[in-house]
């Protein structure tokens, strides 16, 4: 496993927005530990070649460090926290943006056998296993496109598919083939996922969702715990005061009015609860961050 040529590319394509020239491609490179940031993961494959990061999904504690690499086939609020970075060795890491559409592809274009059995029930929303050497090799020839930009339109294409390709087949393939699969468990907590998050300031019942996703109310409970490692409500909660976490850095000093516009009737209970994930009433949180940039990219790189 080429790790030292990952780290040369990733330290030289490396941007402080972790994007770059190719679509769904995203590199980053951190040179101190951080502390615990909220943040949403995004649909994404995320591979460490140097440092140590931490990610708190719900109740669970997902650790990934240089060799190794995060899946995550849900849009899920995530605390996360670079454990191993220094300006001598800075935290480095990789990632690809999945699109549903192109895994349900390449599940089209398998042949009968090409893949393992499928397993009961709706696997977590995110996984963390060692890279294969193969893995490495084409995410090394991938991120080489960004020295030769005339490469970029025809091969990345060929590569992120390759890339696509040796997740679905690989040991937490599973989780990456429910993402493309239109019956798959995971697909129908993810419809029940996206409503929330479009519609985070109106209650709902449980009962709505079930129906929404096509479960009996006890099968989407599970489902839905199973893939968030959270209940509807906590997720609900999470996605409302990451929503005005935003709203109060980016644009607004009125904590009232931020509250009510998420969805909470009582100012006090959500300055304590924003206080509670935050660690810092609204007010003061948002004068820290107002001004600066909130990262756009996924949390996981």
């Known amino acids: 496993m080429d790790l030292d040529g990952l780290r040369a ?23 101190q530990s951080t502390p615990p940031s909220p943040s949403m993961s995004g649909t994404v494959m995320a591979l460490i070649a140097q440092g140590a990061k931490r990610i708190a999904l719900g109740d669970r504690v997902y650790e990934y460090r240089a060799g190794q690499y995060l899946i995550a086939s849900v849009d899920m609020p995530i605390t996360g926290q ?3 970075a220094s300006p001598e060795r800075p935290a480095m890491g990789f990632g690809l943006v999945l699109h549903p ?44 496109l960004l020295d030769q930009p005339r490469d970029i339109a025809v091969l990345a294409p060929l590569i992120k598919r390759e890339i696509l390709w040796r997740l679905i087949t690989g040991e937490q393939g599973a989780v990456v083939r429910q993402l493309g699969l239109a019956d798959s468990s995971l697909s129908h907590i993810a419809r029940a996922v996206r409503w929330i998050r479009d519609h985070y300031a109106q209650s709902f019942r449980v009962e709505d969702l ?34 005005a976490r935003l709203l109060l850095a980016m644009q607004s000093s009125d904590v009232s009015g931020v509250g009510h516009r998420v969805g909470y009737d009582s100012p006090s209970q959500f300055s304590r609860e924003y206080r509670r994930q935050f660690g810092a009433p609204p007010s003061q949180d948002a004068a820290r961050l107002r001004g600066s940039a909130l990262r756009t990219a996924p949390a996981l790189v």
């Open 9 to 31: 590319l990733l330290a030289r394509h490396a941007r402080p927005d972790a994007t770059t020239a190719i679509d769904g491609v995203l590199v980053s490179q951190v040179e």
């Open 82 to 84: 670079f454990t191993e």
């Open 101 to 144: 559409a192109t895994v349900a592809e390449l599940l089209l274009q398998a042949a009968p056998g090409d893949l393992p059995p499928a397993g009961g029930g709706a696997p977590s929303g995110m996984a963390v296993t060692d890279a294969p050497a193969a893995l490495v090799d084409a995410v090394i020839r991938l991120l080489s």
């Open 210 to 243: 079930a129906q929404l996703s096509g479960m009996s109310v006890s099968a989407f409970y599970r489902n839905f715990q199973a893939v968030t490692a959270m209940s509807p409500i906590q997720f609900q909660k999470q996605i409302r005061l990451q929503e």
